[in-house]
């Protein structure tokens, strides 16, 4: 950043976020990377005097610049929201005399549709687990419980003995935002929660690299530490491949069918919001929409004169 000016705004806002609005270290870090961006453009010193910058900074983005790279839309849309939080602190705190937030519109949020598997598909890929191992057995609880509660990949592999409650049959989850939810698990990932906790989970601990704070982390790695974002993706990519299911199988997955199944058996929407823990309702909603294209196809497949 060249500006003194810029770095001690943006110092101050990234402060007032962490402090004040308890974000999290992730969206800190996002907030970061997008300012440090805006804060290498030439003509930085004069980021306070108006709007015209920001905009053609996000002009750049969506065109490519110097780098011949466009920012993809949901990347762009995110970069637009943080200059518009950073302008809304900035005039707030007197450090500029324009109210440049109110002057940056955010590009159209992409309606992209999350891809989600059938009952029978999520069967296949939960049954293509190789469970005679001990690895096996934990991967399988794992997707069980991805599928079970509708939780993020992060958000699982996050988890502590102390967050799980088998006779209560539920989980205590810390997703975006800090915000904390509590889940409802069934029957079967519970018996697997079980199993994997009495015949593999003790040999794991054994191993002493993650500790024992919160009884230690429920899912563990091979050496024992706290099981690795991408070594969980590996097993998933290997389950979906057994299972004939490799294209339509992405670590979010099975949270996009919990969420897609919950509504075709008849959940409440305010419901599986809050079983996703999204902040919005606008969020949840995109299930609706796949769940009428899955409405039309079975339509399509069974009125004797839809076609």
């Known amino acids: 950043m060249t500006s003194p000016a810029f770095a001690e705004a943006v ?3 990234l402060d007032y976020v962490r402090v004040e609005r308890g974000l999290s270290d992730a969206t800190l870090r996002a907030y970061r990377t997008d300012l440090a961006a805006f804060g290498r453009e030439r003509a930085i010193d004069r980021w306070a005097a ?3 910058l920001a905009r053609a900074h996000l002009a750049a983005c969506a065109a490519g610049g110097a ?3 466009a920012l993809r839309p949901t990347s762009l849309r995110r970069r637009a929201a943080t200059l518009r939080s950073f302008y809304r602190f900035a005039y707030a705190e007197g450090m500029t005399r324009v109210d440049v937030a109110t002057r940056l519109d955010l590009p159209r949020q992409s309606r992209l549709l999350p891809d989600t598997l059938t009952v029978d598909e999520v069967d296949r890929l939960l049954e293509a687990v190789d469970v005679t191992r001990p690895e096996g ?4 609880t794992l997707l069980e419980l991805l599928y079970a509660a509708g939780l993020r990949v992060s958000e699982a592999l996050g988890l502590d003995d102390d967050d799980v409650s088998l006779p209560g049959t539920y989980v205590r989850v810390v997703g975006k935002g800090d915000r904390e939810r509590l889940v409802p698990i069934g029957d079967e990932a519970v018996a697997w929660l079980a199993r994997y906790a009495a015949d593999v989970r003790p040999a794991l601990l054994e191993r002493g690299r993650a500790g024992t704070e919160r009884g230690g982390p429920v899912f563990l790695g091979d050496r024992g530490g706290r099981l690795r974002r991408q070594r969980a993706w590996e097993s ?6 057994r299972a004939g299911l490799v294209e339509r199988v992405s670590p979010h997955t099975l949270r996009h069918s919990f969420a897609t ?3 075709e058996g008849g959940a409440d929407l305010r419901v599986v919001q809050e079983l996703l823990g999204h902040a919005s309702i606008s969020t949840t909603q995109l299930y609706t929409h796949v769940t009428g294209e899955r409405i039309r196809e079975i339509y399509a497949r069974a009125h004797p004169r839809a076609r």
């Open 261 to 263: 199944h919950l509504l």
């Open 236 to 241: 998933i990519r290997a389950a979906a491949l």
């Open 50 to 52: 108006g709007p015209d």
């Open 67 to 69: 780098t011949g790279r």
């Open 137 to 140: 057995v934990r991967d399988r």
């Open 11 to 13: 110092d101050a806002f």
